[in-house]
């Protein structure tokens, strides 16, 4: 097939199209370069070394003998978006070009603005380019399990029966996320299954869950295919974040008690469910959604595989919670969907953290202790991101 | 009470600031024309002329006494924002400051884009101005009953109590609406209750129905204080435009096969709701939907209502639907949050019909038929709006 994955430089869009490409597809990647550019606003940069992308793509050339092409530029610039889905005229795009974290998007007013019209009109473009040039292209965009909150009765794939006096319909799952970063995804799979009806796209929303690891077994072959890896409080995924605490000698930092949960899943899995996914595509009109998660965790038993599995002391630390959110609640996700499509889970295993270890050791020269304070309150409308 | 009314110059935005100052508020308005300005853009104008707003607020004083001040500007220039909510100190805002055509939404990409990005950000904007400059200051947000779509259950106030597998939870009701302007409105409701959960604000979400009338007991004292009648299919609400229909001899266009059903509200009982609204604050952190409709019909029964009370002939023409929508489908909406708080609902009459025939018989002379046709078809992604 032919696969454009936008946000192809990103943690998750690389290593999914060296994945894609790996299993024979066409892929090209576009990209805005935007995730590199919020690093220096930030002051904080991957544990891990990245290459820019042209050494990126050569480098895999050199190791795989497949080629990635890559687009330079930004959805909300809606001539680009015509322009690479004309030029390469996919079977399939894959959406990972988000601003991506929830505490970036809470920082301020202008933060908030900027995730959702970046968020909002980059997909919107993307439909109506879709919808002018061709409507069997299959969209893949990555949502997550953010959208839905943390409501009291079970998680359901997207879609929700509900039976209301002695009435049933089939309806989107309600939702309730927790930032405006989850919120702008919200709008968006509103904005999907619109499109979907109105000109019968095909599209399957992917609600991810915390994403942990940091290689997969395209990006393990040679330094310069490495992926990102976060640590900072901004945009490290809790599981990431405590392992370069581990390695540090810091403790890991719990939000508030420690009983929210979250679903997560292996970075390894991430790639795999979009192949399948891609591979799969949804029917005409149809807006598909799929829970892309493999276990539950409260952040607390989070910290407790990362100090398990760890060789030396581990201190856990409670901090107040930065973030407006339930710390005890229900949590019962479907998750079937991608399972039954050909998904075998990783399950979160020492195997995996140990791994994870040898990275952060390696690079642990390369933190800056201050990142990992959260800095970003949810309460307040403005927030310093940077230690004065 | 001091009562902040954005979209002041609006075809409801003028009435209701009239209503309540009329009620002894103290009213202040914000409004950037650009309503006006899509007159421009699509060459249609309001079938009643209307005064410039330093006129209407002149004349206001001239004939109640009572002053209106005016802001001029735009929500979605923060600083903007800020400065009217500091300066005027409102206990309550009324935003009625959004572009709100579902049609006009659906011309192309820009207008889809815009319609998303001019609502959403204006209402950020004014969440987080509410947030930094008083957490006490009770928004109430119009929203519209397209938002729910034609779910096969009863509608309710925004909230909907589930039960699944034998759970049960309180949920914000499912939304599946029916175009960008539409899911516009969706995004912003999702903003705001999580601006009620995050900052302890206090909204009331007002869903409301198709408003007909043209008259308010203030717009009727004299030519000068008149708010607009739109009769055209970008911004002509569906009874209004019958109306015109039947005075100037044309039949009544319905899209479809007219069983379509929707809920209305007459433009007196609009008014009327604003005021019980922001009388009736809700609580700090609340955040409150009421469903601003009084009664349901299809589009037929519209027409015929029309049709009956015009005192000549007049004949209904089946057009092909331009939307994509449900032409028959179960509605029942529950209705019942603002008549608990005082709203006695004026009935679609005979009466009300026949001063808007008198309206649209005295300025039918200043129509232009073209802007009656539906040019926007819903299924194509870029529209011509007026007849080449």
């Known amino acids: 097939m032919r696969i454009l994955v936008l946000g192809g430089d990103g943690y998750l869009g690389w290593p999914t199209a060296l994945h894609l ?11 805005s370069f935007v995730r590199r550019q919020y690093d220096h606003e930030l002051g904080v940069w991957s544990l891990v070394p990245i290459e820019p ?30 322009r690479i889905v004309r030029e390469f005229r996919p079977d399939t795009i894959v959406h990972f070009a988000e601003q991506r974290s929830a505490p970036y998007s809470e920082i301020d007013r202008k933060h908030a603005v900027y995730t959702q019209v970046n968020n909002v009109v980059g997909t919107l473009n993307l439909l109506y380019a879709i919808a002018e040039i061709d409507r069997d292209i299959h969209l893949v965009k990555l949502g997550t399990m ?43 799979s509103h904005n999907i299954e619109f499109a ?32 990102r890896f976060d640590y900072d409080a901004i945009f490290g995924t809790v599981l990431n974040r405590f392992v370069v605490q581990a390695v540090l000698g810091e403790p890991l930092t719990i939000y508030g008690e420690g009983g929210q949960t979250r679903g997560v899943i292996d970075i390894r899995d991430t790639v795999e469910c979009l192949r399948i996914t891609a591979e799969q595509p949804a029917a005409r009109g149809e807006f598909r959604v799929f829970n892309q998660m493999t276990e539950s965790f409260t952040v607390t038993e989070i910290a407790k595989v990362v100090a398990t599995a760890f060789s030396g002391e581990v201190g856990i630390e409670n901090l107040d919670n930065p973030r407006v959110e339930s710390e005890t609640h229900y949590y019962n996700v479907v998750h079937s969907g991608l399972v039954e499509l050909g998904l075998t889970p990783h399950c979160l295993s020492d195997t995996l953290i140990t791994s994870m270890f040898e990275v952060a050791e390696r690079y642990k020269h390369r933190v800056d202790r201050d990142a990992l304070l959260p800095l970003v309150n949810w309460r307040r409308t403005a927030n310093q991101v940077r230690p004065s």
Not at 21 to 31: E, K, L, N, P, T
Not at 209 to 220: C, E
Request: contains cysteine.
């Open 21 to 31: 490409s790996d299993r024979g597809h066409q892929v090209a990647v576009a990209d």
């Open 146 to 188: 953010g959208e839905y909150g943390t409501p009291d009765i079970d998680i359901e794939e997207g879609w929700l029966e509900v039976t209301h006096k002695g009435r049933t319909d089939r309806m989107l799952y309600p939702k309730r996320p927790g930032s405006f970063y989850h919120l702008s995804k919200v709008h968006d």
């Open 196 to 227: 979907c009806r109105i000109w019968g796209l095909r599209a399957t929303d992917l609600n991810q869950g915390v994403v942990y690891g940091q290689q997969t077994p395209q990006t393990a072959l040679e330094d310069r295919l490495a992926t």
């Open 53 to 82: 992308l042209p050494v990126r793509t050569r480098a895999w050339h050199e190791v795989s003998g497949h080629s990635i092409s890559a687009f330079v530029g930004d959805l909300t610039d809606a001539e680009f978006t015509y």
